[in-house]
């Protein structure tokens, strides 16, 4: 599994032209088919980001960690088996799966819409945050953004207001899930060094 963990964006990028390929073929003429192209095109749009991300020109795990959480000397609190967690069950299976039931749960397709927005909205506030690029601002930006708006505005009609905020609620969810895990791994990581200060004597 290391390899996978430390390689999984390479991969990624390699079916991106497989992806693609099959998209143009299944181009639609428009209308509820449109939705459903866009649904299926998601998860390719998504990889695009993601190769970005963690592998051309990546650092997304080192941004995250040292920018924002101010670490250096180690991992955390992404790690690679952090950062492959967080990404593939998503983009290789909630994303695929919500198209498959864009017509029974059109919620999920939503929400998969939602969280490409947030995330590209995300990534562009980072620009102004610290100043600078950021891994995935780019594909965030001219990417994310346009089809999780898109395809949102598009489902948007068809959706009931319950079904509409828990495709928001869906979306921020996972961001905010992130975002508790990343602080638990630190505050885990500290209790750690506490302990083995106090065991080695080498605390104050």
Not at 16 to 21: D, S, T
Not at 52 to 75: L, S
Not at 178 to 183: E, G, K, R, S, T
Request: glycine share 10%; proline share 5%; net charge positive.
């Amino acid at each position: 599994m290391r390899w996978l963990y430390r390689n999984w964006a390479y991969a990624t990028a390699a079916v991106l032209p497989g992806a693609f390929a099959m998209l143009l073929l299944l181009w639609p003429a428009g209308g509820r088919a449109g939705v459903a192209w866009l649904a299926w095109a998601h998860p390719a749009v998504y990889f695009m980001h993601q190769v970005e991300e963690h592998a051309w020109p990546g650092g997304f795990k080192r941004f995250v960690n040292e920018r924002v959480f101010g670490i250096t000397d180690r991992d955390l609190p992404l790690d690679d088996r952090a950062v492959f967690w967080i990404n593939v069950p998503l983009t290789w299976g909630f994303f695929p799966l919500s198209a498959l039931w864009l017509e029974a749960a059109p919620v999920c397709a939503a929400s998969c819409f939602a969280i490409s927005l947030t995330n590209g909205i995300l990534h562009t506030a980072a620009l102004f945050r610290f100043g600078g690029w950021n891994p995935g601002l780019v594909t965030g930006f001219s990417l994310l953004i346009p089809v999780g708006w898109i395809g949102y505005a598009r489902m948007h009609a068809g959706l009931s207001g319950a079904e509409a905020l828990a495709a928001w609620a869906i979306a921020i969810g996972v961001h905010a899930a992130i975002v508790v895990y990343a602080l638990l791994a630190l505050r885990r990581a500290r209790a750690s060094d506490e302990r083995e200060a106090h065991r080695t004597g080498s605390a104050p």
